[in-house]
């Protein structure tokens, strides 16, 4: 039998489907696994009616990308400087110091996961030497994903407290499909009464709510 990870959600991941987890979300399986309500256009069209990521889930996601956007550092990052600039001929660099050192510090502030695979990326697809934009860019693409997810996953958690509140503070329904055949004529009578008031100067009879 493969091994599993249990996830808060209920749903298992093998190990194996966690050494496959690349990109982005490397490291973050439950991440990884509602990748699909974290993303922008998901995140766009948040409001009342949208199905939340569990509470605890949430909260797990949160852990998995604070952990998984801690800076590597300038020790990490000067090593795969120098792989990169040790990846291209002599000649392309006019000071070998000064773009290490320039590269350092965009990758001392890239996820430990996130330098190496900047590193690889750049080094598989450009002729040339980078530049300082160059790194500053594939590490932005690596982890704008994160930071997204991370407040969408915040979101789902503010909104998880707001219908919370709304439903302890008000439970009297919400939607006119909610109520009964008597609070419904109730509802469009003092309605009508509203807009005879508002149209004709009709005062309105009646302040009881439904």
Same mark, same amino acid.
């Given at each position: 039998?493969?091994?599993?990870?249990?996830? @808060?959600?209920?749903?298992?991941? @093998?190990?194996?489907?966690?050494?496959?987890?690349?990109?982005?979300?490397?490291?973050?399986?439950?991440?990884?696994?509602?990748?699909?309500?974290?993303?922008?256009?998901?995140?766009?069209?948040?409001?009342?009616?949208?199905?939340?990521?569990?509470?605890?889930?949430?909260?797990?996601?949160?852990?998995?990308?604070?952990?998984?956007?801690?800076?590597?550092?300038?020790?990490?990052?000067?090593?795969?400087?120098?792989?990169?600039?040790?990846s291209y001929p002599a000649?392309?660099?006019?000071?070998?110091?000064?773009?290490?050192?320039?590269?350092?510090?965009?990758?001392?502030?890239?996820?430990?996961?996130?330098?190496?695979?900047?590193v690889d990326y750049l080094?598989?697809?450009?002729?040339?030497l980078p530049t300082r934009?160059?790194?500053?860019?594939?590490?932005?693409?690596?982890?704008?994903?994160?930071?997204?997810?991370?407040?969408?996953?915040?979101?789902?958690?503010?909104?998880?407290?707001?219908?919370?509140?709304?439903?302890?503070?008000?439970?009297?329904?919400?939607?006119?499909?909610?109520? @009964?055949?008597?609070?419904?004529?109730?509802?469009?009578?003092?309605?009508?009464?509203?807009?005879?008031?508002?149209?004709?100067?009709?005062?309105?009879?009646?302040?009881?709510?439904?």
């Amino acid at each position: 039998m493969r091994p599993l990870t249990k996830q @808060s959600s209920g749903q298992d991941i @093998s190990s194996r489907e966690l050494a496959s987890i690349s990109g982005p979300f490397s490291g973050c399986p439950l991440t990884y696994w509602h990748r699909a309500r974290l993303m922008p256009e998901a995140h766009d069209r948040l409001d009342e009616w949208t199905r939340l990521i569990a509470v605890d889930d949430c909260s797990a996601i949160i852990e998995e990308l604070k952990t998984a956007l801690i800076p590597s550092g300038p020790e990490a990052a000067l090593r795969q400087a120098e792989i990169l600039i040790g990846s291209y001929p002599a000649r392309e660099v006019m000071n070998a110091d000064i773009f290490v050192r320039a590269v350092t510090s965009v990758l001392a502030e890239a996820p430990k996961d996130v330098g190496p695979a900047v590193v690889d990326y750049l080094t598989r697809t450009l002729k040339w030497l980078p530049t300082r934009a160059d790194v500053a860019k594939a590490v932005d693409d690596r982890v704008r994903p994160r930071q997204t997810a991370l407040r969408c996953a915040r979101d789902h958690l503010d909104e998880h407290a707001r219908r919370n509140t709304e439903g302890a503070g008000d439970p009297k329904p919400k939607r006119w499909s909610d109520l @009964s055949t008597a609070q419904r004529q109730k509802f469009d009578a003092k309605l009508n009464q509203a807009l005879a008031h508002a149209v004709k100067g009709v005062p309105p009879q009646g302040e009881e709510a439904v």
